[in-house]
């Protein structure tokens, strides 16, 4: 039997982009920072992404069935700190620029690129949610590095010119 904290901890190890997910509805705006993100098909544009169940936001999202995925740029992480704080949502969305695309789920104005998405599909596994999300939207910044988390810290990765 594989014990919680092993799996966590080898799973530190696993580079992943760091992004803000957001909804909105008639309860308002809500959003929380992931790393649990990935494609899943290019035909329909589909992602997949986790969300605890014990979240304070996640009814918003289920409810909502719409959200926004904003993966974040080096220049971001401060972003990232506030939506992964106890910050309330609207103390949350106070840091940055927020615009809107198809759905209305906010999506950060220069984020590395955003994914305006319909949920599809909601499934319920072990302490965590599966949105199986088909993309409506794509808005691509202009930054060269993007914010990943790897071994419980931040980092930056990308593109340096070398002289």
């Not at 589909?46 to 409810?63: G, K, R």
């Not at 590095?145 to 593109?159: E, T």
Request: net charge negative; aromatic share 8%; hydrophobic share 40%.
């Amino acid at each position: 039997m594989i014990e919680a904290t092993d799996f966590r901890n080898a799973m530190s190890l696993l580079t992943s982009a760091v992004s803000v997910i957001t909804t909105a509805g008639l309860t308002g705006r809500y959003g929380f920072t992931a790393s649990a993100v990935c494609s899943v098909t290019d035909t329909p544009p589909t992602l997949l992404v986790c969300m605890n169940q014990a979240s304070s936001s996640h009814v918003h999202f289920v409810e909502n069935k719409v959200l926004s995925v904003n993966v974040l740029s080096a220049q971001h992480q401060y972003i990232s700190t506030a939506f992964s704080s106890r910050l309330s949502p609207e103390e949350r969305f106070k840091h940055g620029v927020w615009t809107e695309l198809e759905t209305g789920a906010p999506v950060l104005k220069d984020a590395l690129v955003n994914f305006d998405c319909e949920i599809d599909q909601v499934q319920a596994v072990g302490t965590h949610t599966i949105f199986i999300c088909r993309i409506v939207a794509i808005q691509q910044g202009q930054h060269e590095h993007s914010l990943v988390y790897f071994n419980r810290a931040y980092h930056h990765v990308g593109q340096t010119e070398i002289a």
